[in-house]
């Protein structure tokens, strides 16, 4: 699995500002990944989808102990 890979590109892309540029001029998964493959990265569709499924979940979850929180104080 190439989830380590994609987990690198995040940490050299936090911390290079050209390689974040670089990254942002993608329009779609397909130029992403062909960008992370011309920089040495072996980054797969399935990594991405992943990717986006883990960021939806937490983003949910962060939704509703805000809801619950809120109810909490009430």
Known sequence: MSWPELERL???A????SLRRSLRRCRSREELLLAARRLGYRVTRIDLQ???IAHRQAA????FEEQHSVGAGI
């Open 10 to 12: 995040v940490t050299d």
């Open 14 to 17: 936090e911390a290079s500002e």
């Open 50 to 52: 992943n990717a986006w």
């Open 60 to 63: 949910a979850e962060e939704h």
